[in-house]
């Protein structure tokens, strides 16, 4: 692992990226691709690391996936036609493809063992399997089952009425991927609405789903039919370059094509709570999502309060938003975020240290942050924390820094946004 230093003397942003798929959206299309009958054709996938992870789980259980950059054909056979894994399945970084695979193992006629690096290792599953055995899972795994790795035995299950105690569309959707195998019906109830691609993705698919006042009910019923997928631009990778161009002066910047589902926008409605000037353009619906251009220009901010049912909205933003915060005037509370201490790294700590290391005002909360703005980043040396996001805030944050930003890697950025620097590149002037 080699240390990166990144150095810009009063740049400039100028011009258009089109960011890459959504990652959230680029998992399911894979899965609910395997899963359903049919050639299932996606457009725009992400070649992201943890994707990647997906595509490589399923070739394992027997289905045919052919990719050709960011176009990929999925041969499903059917729920039935999925096979026992020769191996021990890795899912290296990505949290998604393990809880959404614990669902849809649970039910599957064979035993699956999986594993994955020294983040996922660290993350808590209990919040999956806790539901998944009340639905009749069985599951053995290190400390009961909380943590990786986990073996599944593949059982009967029946469906359940389950009130989700976290915010997490992950657990919403290895739930409702259980239902599909579940006997009766299988019911989610969320207190805050987390994003709903799964819901949107399984309809498109032809699955027995309903949305009422009782919460989301699935059933088994009924075979799924391959539904071809163009995954738009992911906000979270997005967000990177809408935070750039809100703060590095003489900025404007046109981030073509990206997703706008409601329950994935938090990061618009705090842009322009803090006075961004920001421009939505384009707006057109495609397989279900909406998606548009996003065009955002340099102009003085002030701070805010994010909390509450806007978090789920925007929670993989909140390190960058972090960063926006340093650089608006007052001060910016950060609350209900407890989440961000079981991604890929412990995010409320990982992104105060590094902020502080570079000279901003930000102290960590229980559950959040409080930051003081404007401050003049200095440089300093921070650590990626092997973390893709924490790394992208830290490349962001050279770029308003007087001194330059030392930082021990950049390669974790390859899990969600592989092209970041060549876009990045392609806007710098
Ligand atoms: O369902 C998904 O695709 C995701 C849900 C979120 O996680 P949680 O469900 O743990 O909040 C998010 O942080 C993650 O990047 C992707
Ligand atoms: C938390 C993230 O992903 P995952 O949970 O899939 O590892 C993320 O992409 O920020």
Redesign the pocket.
Known sequence: MSHVQFECTSPRLEGEVIVPGD?SISHRSIIFGSISHGITKVTNFLDGE?CLRTIDAFREMGVQIEKEGNSVLVHGNGLEGLKKPAKTLDFG????TTRLMLGLLSGLPFETTIFGDSSLTKRPMDRVTAPLREMGAVIEGEEGGKYLPITVHGSALKGITYRLPVKSA?VKSAILLAGLLADGETIVQEDTETRNHTEVMLQAFGADLKQNHEGITITNKGKLTACDVEVPGDI?SAAFFLVAGAIVPGSTITLKNVGLNESRTGILDVLEQMGAAITISNERITGGEKIGDLTIKHTALKSTTIEGDVIPRLI?EIPILALLATQADGKTVIKDAEELKV??TDRIEAVCRNLQALGANITPTEDGMIIEGPTKLTGGSISSYMD??IAMMGVISALISEGAVEMDEKDSINI?YPTFFDNLEEILQ
């Open positions: 990652k943890d970084n990505s949290g998604t992950q979270s993989d991604k890929e893709h996001r969600s």
